[in-house]
């Protein structure tokens, strides 16, 4: 069975702090890739990163750093020096190697006040 | 590419009653997916499909339940005889022909609906 789990329910910082958020996933398949989707009120999910499973490179863009660590099965996040405009809920999720279903975590709510 | 376009936006209607709610891909997307969020919860996936044919479904899809995709383009998913627990925002999603599973979907805005 596969599984997301993101623990952190919310998290609320000033603006310009650091922020991380926590992802981990269980799946017993060799080949599976690990997705990160922000929802700003608007509803709709914008894509913002995937990782393979064959891939523990981690990767900055601009502002958005991520972590893989395959031999704790986490996927974490970070947003340097967040802004009002990364208030939005970010969800982890995992899909396996021949399967369509992308499998999602509860999200975690961030909220960046000024 | 104009993205993904879900209508209506909320929906509120009776308990018992039809509900249908379309969703438009992004033009040449083949691949077509539904899910379900519910209040405070990651999305769940309802069902697949790959041009006109329904390839996946999920058993949170209830025989009220029906998606279609008749010619391959947009998608009508119809709830018969709602019910309260079917209050959710309904996501639609797309990929391009061809994409792999590491391919990323890209989501509607989503219909929500309010049974009362």
């Known amino acids: 069975a596969q599984k997301v789990t993101q623990a952190q329910t919310e998290i609320s910082v000033v603006e310009k702090e650091d922020v991380t958020l926590d992802c981990v996933y269980e799946t017993r398949d060799t080949t599976y890739y690990l997705f990160w989707y922000k929802q700003p009120p608007s509803g709709e999910l914008v894509f913002l990163i995937r990782?393979?499973?064959?891939?523990?490179q981690n990767e900055i863009s601009g502002r958005y750093s991520w972590n893989f660590q395959k031999s704790t099965s986490s996927f974490n996040f970070t947003i340097t020096a967040s802004q009002v405009v990364d208030s939005a809920v970010y969800f982890c999720a995992l899909r396996s190697a021949g399967f369509q279903k992308l499998v999602f975590g509860t999200g975690t709510r961030l909220l960046v006040s000024p | 590419d104009t993205g993904v376009s879900q209508n209506p936006r909320h929906k509120i209607t009776k308990r018992g009653q039809n509900v249908t709610f379309r969703c438009d891909p992004i033009s040449e997307h083949n691949r077509l997916y539904w899910y379900r969020q519910t209040l405070g919860q990651g999305p769940e996936f309802l069902t697949y499909?790959?041009?006109?044919?329904?390839?996946?479904k999920s058993r949170l899809l209830s025989d009220r339940f029906s998606a279609e995709r008749p010619k391959g383009s947009f998608s009508t998913l119809e709830i018969q005889r709602t019910e309260q627990g079917d209050s959710a925002m309904y996501l639609c999603?797309?990929?391009?022909?061809?994409?792999?599973?590491?391919?990323?979907?890209?989501f509607g805005n989503g219909t929500r609906l309010t049974v009362t």
């Open positions: 499909f790959q041009n006109e044919a329904q390839l996946e």
């Open positions: 990782r393979n499973s064959f891939d523990e």
């Open positions: 999603a797309s990929s391009p022909r061809d994409s792999s599973y590491n391919s990323p979907l890209h």
